[in-house]
């Protein structure tokens, strides 16, 4: 079975600066997609960013961008120039690509992000 | 504008009661999916439905029921089996590009 494994329960960052939230997942499959959703008080879960597994390039939203290694099963998310807005608990996720799992995310635990002014 | 609809947002039961969770959705997608959040932890998968009228248990189906007699709708029943209801769920729908589109979700708690 997938695992996803975000190993830093809490983070927090000043504003402006920049901070990177670690995800690893387990997998013995190759075509699968990778995901970082926010999660504000609000509770409403956001997508932030999406990464297919056969792109050797990685993604990139705006401030937000992933550094995706995938022989080492490593997807971190990047947040430049942080936000006051940025604060929330972010999820990393995981999906197989094939049919018999069709749109099922595998999440991770989730890391807490703190952002100081 | 186009999104998930949830409701109710709070709900409260007493124990030994069914109670039923809304999701109506008008962004025509096909397959939902209800996930249950505890505090302080992931998404759990409870039901997911792939096209009207059939859908499958998740990871954590046992003391829920679901029903999908409409492409918009997909209601959760959290039934009195459920030993330990008092969770956030979350309703979503699957767009075209593999990710997931969330409701507000609804908080429900046991008495």
């Known amino acids: 079975a997938q695992t996803v494994t975000q190993s830093q329960p809490e983070m927090s960052v000043q504003e402006a600066e920049t901070v990177t939230l670690s995800c690893t997942y387990d997998t013995s499959e190759s075509d699968y997609y990778l995901f970082w959703y926010k999660q504000p008080p609000s509770r409403q879960m956001i997508l932030v960013i999406r990464?297919?597994?056969?792109?050797?390039q990685n993604a990139t939203e705006n401030r937000f961008s992933v550094n995706f290694q995938k022989a080492a099963k490593s997807f971190s998310l990047k947040i430049s120039d942080s936000q006051l807005g940025d604060a929330a608990m972010y999820f990393c996720a995981y999906r197989y690509g094939g049919g018999t799992s069709y749109g099922k995310l595998t999440f991770g635990q989730g890391t807490i992000l703190t952002v100081h002014p | 504008d186009g999104g998930i609809t949830q409701s109710p947002k709070y709900l409260f039961r007493k124990e030994g009661q069914n109670v039923t969770l809304s999701c109506e959705q008008n962004l025509n997608h096909d397959a939902m999916y209800w996930y249950r959040q505890d505090p302080g932890q992931g998404l759990r998968l409870i039901y997911y439905?792939?096209?009207?009228?059939?859908?499958q248990k998740g990871d954590i189906a046992e003391g829920y029921s679901v029903s999908r007699e409409k492409k918009e709708s997909f209601p959760l029943t959290v039934t009195s089996a459920q030993k330990n209801p008092t969770a956030f769920y979350l309703c979503a729908s699957l767009g075209a590009y593999g990710e997931l589109f969330f409701g507000e979700g609804s908080r429900l708690t046991v008495l």
């Open positions: 990464q297919e597994a056969y792109k050797q």
């Open positions: 439905s792939q096209i009207v009228n059939d859908f």
